[in-house]
């Protein structure tokens, strides 16, 4: 297989953008070797410069749930742009569009649009804050909730896959209201609420973390999470921009039965656009100007065009896709164990729901210190000898795989075809 032209644009890309990529995730730092460029994408498939195909397990890092260019949702986005790409004014679209992401998510009564999730999380930080006067964070190590100052402390991700701790460039100020607890760890918790509680503003978590790989909550952490947060007076944060959507309709909050004081979403919620949003409770979300004092504002916010994919995207969300989807993951973590075993490789092939991961290591892993001790050598080999069979696994042991509803019966065989493969090819060394 070759990528002489990914080669090509990856040297040219070199010179014009740092680390030719315009978000940290995308290189092949961790797993070596030039990133793919890609030209196009057509359902489960990824087309590369130099004509490659690849059954795309990254979706985009989680939006395209229907695989690439879903005619429903480019027909609602090419409508919505011929009649004109923002109007900087209100349309009757975002009311839909909120009127959705209200109904599908249990605890949302309210809702406002951004542009990333990171726009969305740094603004409930700002929320939690504005409506509590208090100033700190509870943050769970390796849970990641965009780049914002305060929230890229122990953030997983692409942090943890360049191997750095935190980054330069963020204020002791900022850092330092940031309380850090390992996840799964009630002791933690509650000493950190009984050291801080007076002065949280929110605890934050992933309900069901997917930036340190995936390490599911165990049972009753959501739940004591909520009862925390009701002791000390602090707004609980679900960030589901992987979890919403995907996991369910609700997210994990349906899912586990667990309500959030607020919710922050993105991914899915914009169909492969740049839209994201944070909802919660009428009463807090009253706190956003020009309601209340607390300040959140967006140009682009709300961008028609987003907008009508977002609306197609939630539009396709019935309940089969979710047992479509679990099939799937489930099929593909099921073959991926059984070729482990089959070649004596050993690997943690962990499933929730319709989200998986590849960890290699003895155990399946309950907190981020369990995966940054993964074989990491190891998911590089891995990761290269799928790209070899056309599989484009995430470029980092630290991320989860994103099943489509594009991946039908045929291209599954293909992936578990690859994954024996791969094992196969591991285990010869
Ligand atoms: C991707 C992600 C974000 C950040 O969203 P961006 O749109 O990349 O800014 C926040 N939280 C979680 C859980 C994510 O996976």
Request: include cysteine.
């Amino acid at each position: 297989m070759s990528h002489d032209a990914s080669d090509r644009l990856y040297r040219r890309a070199l010179e014009a953008i740092p680390g030719g990529v315009n978000s940290p995730v995308r290189a092949f730092n961790s797993v070596g070797g030039t990133p793919r460029f890609i030209t196009r994408g057509e359902g489960a498939t990824l087309v590369d410069a130099d004509g490659n195909r690849y059954v795309d397990l990254v979706n985009s890092w989680g939006p395209l749930l229907f695989g690439h260019a879903r005619r429903e949702v480019l027909d609602a986005a090419s409508a919505a742009l011929g009649r004109g790409s923002s109007f900087g004014a209100p349309t009757e679209g975002e009311i839909v569009l909120a009127e959705a992401i209200i109904d599908a998510v249990p605890s949302i009564e309210r809702v406002r649009l951004t542009n990333s999730g990171t726009e969305a999380g740094m603004s409930a930080v700002r929320l939690a804050r504005g409506a509590t006067g208090r100033d700190k964070l509870l943050k769970f190590v390796g849970h990641y909730h965009g780049h914002s100052d305060a929230l890229l402390v122990a953030a997983g991700s692409g942090v943890a896959s360049l191997g750095i701790p935190g980054s330069p460039g963020i204020t002791q100020g900022a850092a330092q209201d940031t309380i850090l607890v390992p996840w799964n760890d009630e002791e933690a918790v509650r000493a950190a609420v009984a050291t801080h509680g007076d002065d949280l503003a929110a605890i934050l978590a992933e309900p069901v973390p997917a930036n340190m790989n995936l390490v599911p909550p165990a049972p009753g952490f959501l739940a004591f999470l909520r009862a925390q947060a009701d002791a000390c007076g602090a707004v609980l944060v679900f960030d589901e921009v992987i979890s919403g959507f995907r996991l369910a309709r609700g997210g994990a909050q349906q899912v586990h039965g667990v309500l959030p004081d607020i919710t922050v979403l993105g991914k899915i919620v914009g169909g492969g656009f740049p839209l994201a949003a944070f909802g919660g409770r009428a009463d807090l979300m009253d706190h956003l100007a020009p309601v209340g004092p607390v300040y959140q504002a967006g140009t682009l916010s709300g961008n028609p065009v987003a907008v009508a994919a977002g609306i197609a995207n939630l539009g396709l969300l019935t309940d089969d896709v979710y047992d479509c989807l679990e099939g799937a993951t489930r099929i593909i973590a099921e073959g991926f164990t059984a070729a482990f075993e089959a070649a004596g490789v050993t690997a943690q092939v962990i499933r929730h729901g319709t989200l998986a991961g590849v960890v290699f290591a003895d155990e399946a892993p309950t907190r981020y210190e369990d995966v940054a001790g993964a074989d990491h050598d190891a998911y590089a080999r891995f990761f290269h000898a799928m790209l070899d069979r056309g599989v484009y696994l995430a470029p980092s042991g630290y991320e989860v795989i994103f099943t489509s509803m594009a991946l039908e019966q045929p291209i599954l065989d293909q992936i578990l075809d690859a994954a024996h493969g791969a094992a196969q090819q591991m285990a010869a060394g």
